[in-house]
C-alpha cells in the first residue's frame, strides 16, 4: 500500500455502544443504542461501534439496526461490531448476525498481557497467527472491512506493534486500532508511537484513549496528528460525555472542538467529513438521560457551565463582545432554544399505559393513529420499551417506534435464543 497522494484525514469512530455500554454499573437498552446510532449519524459521525454480534441478547437488535442501514434511515454512518480476533468469534458473530459486514477484532499485544493474562502460554508470533488467522475467517464469510485492535498497545514495544501490523495489513486488514487501554501515554509519547506506524506498518489508524490520567483528550489529538503526519488517515475513537471503562474515553464532542477550535490546528489537520456540532447538546442530552448519568457542569461544550459567566469581568467582557471569553457559540452546538418543563399535569408513557392517555400524548407531537387498533399496537411497543428502560421515553424514541414498528418490535424480543444446560 503506497502512501496517498492528497493529505490524510481525520475521522470519528464513536464507541459509545460497546466500551461506553460495557462501563461498570451501566449500560442502555436495544432501543437507546439505537438512538445513539441515529444521532450519531445526524451528527456526521463517520462510524459507530455499534455493539457485539458474539452476545446473544445483541444479535436482533444488530439485524435490526443493519436493516435501517439497508433502508437508507442509518445512512451514510457504517455500523461495526467488535468482537475477539480469533476464529471461533468470527464464526459466531456471522452465525448470530449474519448480515454484519464491519469488524474490529481485538487482542492483547504487551509483554504485560502475554505474562499476566495468558499466562506465558502464547508467544507473540502466537498472538500474530491467531489474529491473521481471524482476519482471514472474517474475508472468507464476507467481512467488507476489518480494523484490528492492538489492545494494551501503549505498552507495547513498538517493534512488536509493527510486526503485527504488517501482518494485519497484509491479510487485508483496513485499519490498525492503537489501543491506549489504560490511558498510560501522554501526547508526546502517542504523537511518536502514531508516526512511527503510519511510516512503517503504512495502514490507515484507529486512535483509542482512555483518562486515566486525565489525557484522552489531549491524546487522541496528538496520536491523530502523529498517523496524519505518518501518512496515515486517522481515526478518533471518542464516546458521548467521554462515559467509557473506569476513568472514561475521549468525549466525543469535546475531541470534535480540540480539532476543530484549537490554536492553529485545523489549519493543518481536517476531518474527513464534517462534523454537525449542533447536534452535540442533543446527543450529551440524550446520552446523559439514557445512561442516567448527568453530564458533568464543566464537559467542554455541553456542560451546564459550559458559557456560564459570573465574576464582574468576564460578565461584562462576554456582554461586549462574547470573543471576549468565549471561543465558540452556544448557538454552534445546539444550545440556547428554551425547554419545556411541565410543572402542572403530565401524562407519561410508562409499561401501564392506557390507550387515551398514549394518544394524548402523541398528539401533543401531531402523531395521529388511523385506527385504534393502530394505536393499541404501537402503545405495546412503548411499553416493552418502557419495561426495558425503566423510564419514560423521550419524544424521540416515541416517534422512532411510532415510524418504526416492526424494526422496534426487533429491539424489544429478548427471548434467550439457546439455554444448552436444561
Ligand atoms: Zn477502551
Known sequence: ????????????????????????KLGLSKLEKTMINIYLNEMGVFQSEFGFP????????LEANLELVETGVLKPIRLEGWIRAIVGDVKTAFKFVPNIKHL???????EQMLKGKFRGKKTEDDIIKEMTDAVDAAKAMGAESIGVNAEDASRTDLSFLVKFGLAAREHGADRLRYCDTLGYDNPFTIYDTLKALGENVEIPLEVHCHGDLGMAVANSLAGAKGAVDGGQDAYINTTVNGIGERAGNADLVAT??????SKGFAKKYQLGSPIKLSVAAKIAEFASYAFDVPIPMNLPGVGANAFAHASGIHADGVLKDPENYELYSYKELGRGTPKFVETGREIISGQYSGIAGFRHLMGKMNVSFASRDEAGDILELVRYANVQSHKPLVEDELLFIAKHPLIAQKLLTLTPLVLETM
Open 54 to 61: 458474539t452476545t446473544r441478547h445483541e444479535a436482533r437488535y
Open 256 to 261: 470534535v472542538l480540540a480539532l476543530t477550535k
Open 1 to 24: 500500500m503506497a502512501k496517498k497522494e492528497q493529505t490524510p484525514k481525520i475521522y470519528f469512530l464513536d464507541v459509545t455502544n460497546r466500551d461506553g455500554v460495557q462501563t461498570a
Open 104 to 110: 474490529n477484532l481485538s487482542i492483547s499485544t504487551s
